[in-house]
């Protein structure tokens, strides 16, 4: 299926990111992604990038799926004590890109305007399809700089 031009830009661009957090999670060492900083395990920022993607992605109805270490935790509301393994978040990665295309894919410019109910919900005021799109990418933007900052803290280079 052929993606709507406006949207495959936003796809680009969350398809370039998407693949500099999948680079950050191959370069951090293991005493690095146990670590915490800044207040959160480096692990679980790298999840909480990719759970986000429920928040634009999730298809209307479908229950979120919080990999096992809850709402909050994911939300980085909340410590979760255990770290996840390098290839159970690449698994999440993978899961998230998926349903992130199934919705891109869906999404025509007719579309753009129209109401995104599970962001709509989850901040409690109108968001429109292309909100979505612009935060799906902003959000991992965001994460993918903090991550890289905890990487060049610990003396390793940065992959963005």
Not at 44 to 61: K, N, R
Not at 145 to 153: H, I, K, T, Y
Request: with cysteine; charged share 20%; aromatic share 14%.
């Amino acid at each position: 299926m052929s993606m709507d031009p406006v949207v495959q830009c936003f796809a680009d661009e969350f398809e370039r990111f998407h693949n500099f957090l999948l680079q950050q999670i191959e370069v951090c060492p293991q005493e690095v992604w146990q670590s915490k900083n800044g207040g959160y395990y480096f692990w679980q920022e790298q999840v909480h990038a990719f759970y986000c993607v429920q928040l634009y992605a999730l298809p209307d109805g479908q229950a979120e799926d919080d990999f096992g270490i809850g709402r909050n935790a994911a939300l980085l509301r909340e410590e979760y004590p255990k770290a996840i393994s390098k290839q159970e978040v690449l698994e999440i990665a993978g899961k998230m890109k998926a349903m992130a295309y199934a919705f891109m894919e869906k999404i025509t410019q007719a579309d753009l305007l129209r109401p995104h109910p599970v962001l709509t919900r989850f901040l409690g005021k109108d968001r429109t399809n292309v909100a979505a799109l612009i935060a799906m990418v902003r959000h991992y933007n965001y994460h993918l700089g903090c991550c890289d900052s905890v990487l060049r803290s610990y003396g390793l280079p940065g992959v963005y």
